[in-house]
């Protein structure tokens, strides 16, 4: 067995990992939840850290904290912030209500680091205490939520980076196909001509609009309640701290963040939370929806729409040689599925708030920012292995746009409605093409045909065949 060292805290004595910088309440946190195995979010435990940094800089202004000690908790910071200390944050997401045991488990790394940094001895000789010292002027009810809210505005900044690549690479495509003519589909039946590149392009521009919708909904995370402590009072918080902790976190993270105009209901409320949430559902949606009509397109690649060829990233079948597959879409749907899934986590969140706090910020701190990480990471893996490399096949839209039925549509405002649905129906059922049958009917001369089938007019406003 591993070496062990005795800690303890209100509730007795309990056995620590020698060198864990964590200490008494990490320990019974791990021990009361096995239930994932998984870490803290990277950008939960970043704006935790940021946190207590900022809290130590504030308290040593305002001459509460010692500045040996305050000193040394800063120091510890900075060195969990260059992730010399990942391994010693170990609480599981799922948890007890508030993340306290997330904020006791900061609060013991870095007082343990700060007393080492002291010249104490790991664990036993504590000269900065968690709560005392590292804590002071804090609750968990306040620091969780900040530290929600600051990990959503850093991996915010990584999703928006990622939207904008797509968004670019699926607007260089529309320009690449612009003069590339094919059926459209809806109700996935054939239908009028329409542009390659006009696909493309709603595909961009849908893009587009998810991001700046996300874009603005960060800002509803900016208002930050550090400083309610418990219940939004204040209590044990020194109006000059709650002043200068909110500039430091600004020096130190370079976000816009402002005290909030009422503690009470950020310390009550998820809405933020679900207002970002939402936007990040939303645009997973529209990217979800794009992936999908890709693997459409792509689809055959001769039995059957074939109109756009993928990169080849992967072999597709262990049975099928030769098969390859739309993986990286398919990845794509999959990460905006679960993305959508945590965004239903984050609205009962909201909703189960009760009274004077929202004990719910570990599921937010875990659907949101981990759904914002996954997002990010998929979409620049699909720009990147899947979009950036789309081709037309431009024989393939030729040939189907041929067979199109839909291509009568620009006859009706010469023989009507009526007697363009006979020549479909009958080209149809003879399997032949409409010109073919247009020509045996003779409802127009050769020329005029011709000028009323030229597909490229069809996909702008206008009557074909008519300048």
Known sequence: MSATRTEKDTLGQIEVPAQALYGAQSQRARDNYPISGLPPQADYVWGMVTIKKAAALANMDTGRLDRKIGEAIVEAADEALDGRHDEHFVVDPWQAGAGVSHNMNT???????????????????????????????????DTNPTAVRLGALRASDRLIQALDGLAASLGGKARSFDDIVKPARTHLQDAVPIRLGQEFSGWARAVELGTERLRSSVEAVEEIGLGGTAAGTG??????YIETVVRHLNELTGFDLHRSDNFFRVTQSGADMTHVSSAVK?????????????RLLASGPRTAIGEIILPPVQPGSSIMPGKVNPAMAEMMNMVCFQVIGFDEVCTLAAHN???????????????????????????????????????????????????????????????????????????????????????????????????????????????????
Request: hydrophobic fraction near 40%.
């Open 107 to 141: 609060n013991e790394v870095l007082a343990n680091r700060a007393s080492e940094l002291l010249g104490g001895e790991r664990g036993r000789d504590r000269k900065v205490h968690p709560n005392d010292h590292v804590n002071m002027a804090q609750s968990s009810n």
């Open 235 to 240: 209590i044990n918080a020194e109006p000059a």
């Open 282 to 294: 939303n645009v997973a949606v529209e990217v979800s929806r794009i992936a999908s009509d890709i």
């Open 353 to 467: 708030g009760q009274l004077d706090l929202n004990v719910w910020w570990p599921s937010f701190g875990f659907n949101l920012l981990f759904g914002m990480t996954i997002f990010a990471n998929g979409v620049k893996a699909f720009t990147e292995r899947c979009v950036d490399g789309i081709e037309a096949d431009e024989e393939r839209c030729a040939y189907l746009l041929e067979q199109s039925l839909m291509l009568v549509t620009s006859m009706t405002d010469y023989i009507g409605y009526e007697a363009a649905a006979r020549i479909a129906k009958q080209a149809h059922e003879e399997r032949r093409t409409i010109r073919e049958v247009a020509l045996e009917h003779e409802v127009m001369s050769e020329a005029d045909l011709d000028d009323v089938l030229d597909v490229k007019p069809m996909t702008e406003p206008g009557i074909p065949g008519r300048a």
